[in-house]
Nanobody
Framework: QVQLVESGGGLVQAGGSLRLSCAAS????????VGWFRQAPGKEREFVAG??????????YYADSVKGRLTISRDNAKNTVYLQMNSLKPEDTAVYYC???????????????????WGQGTQVTVSS
């Protein structure tokens, strides 16, 4: 089982950028689908972006609300998945979580129930 640690959150002005990192330990991360989810106060956790396990081509998936602004990528040498966030908006403010799924299909990347392991979350705050 992998353990996940997120980092890179913070306070940024609207239009700014942040890069979140999800570092894995314990297992080879390439064998996992990895997703980023976020949860704003008073709202349900929602899918943001996902990347399939490397055997399936590191395919990427995005929520419509972030397409063109956020980019997910994987650095296998560092056992880390990144979420580059550009053109940030106040509505992007949330706690961001990364999650790992060892066995599910790529088609399930959008769904939080498919993931077995979650990080502790990192706060992203975008001021207007």
């Amino acid at each position: 089982q992998v353990q996940l640690v997120e980092s890179g959150g913070g306070l940024v002005q609207a239009g700014g950028s942040l890069r979140l990192s999800c570092a894995a330990s314990g297992r080879t991360f390439t064998n996992y689908n990895v997703g980023w989810f976020r949860q704003a106060p008073g709202k349900e956790r929602e899918f943001v972006a996902g990347i399939s396990r490397s055997a399936n081509g590191d395919s990427t998936y995005y929520a419509d609300s972030v397409k063109g602004r956020l980019t997910i990528s994987r650095d296998n040498a560092k056992n880390t998945v990144y979420l580059q966030m550009n053109s940030l908006k106040p509505e992007d403010t949330a706690v961001y979580y990364c999650a790992a799924d060892r066995f599910g299909p790529s088609s399930g990347i959008y769904y939080s129930l498919q993931y077995e392991v979650w990080g502790q979350g990192t706060q992203v705050t975008v001021s207007s």
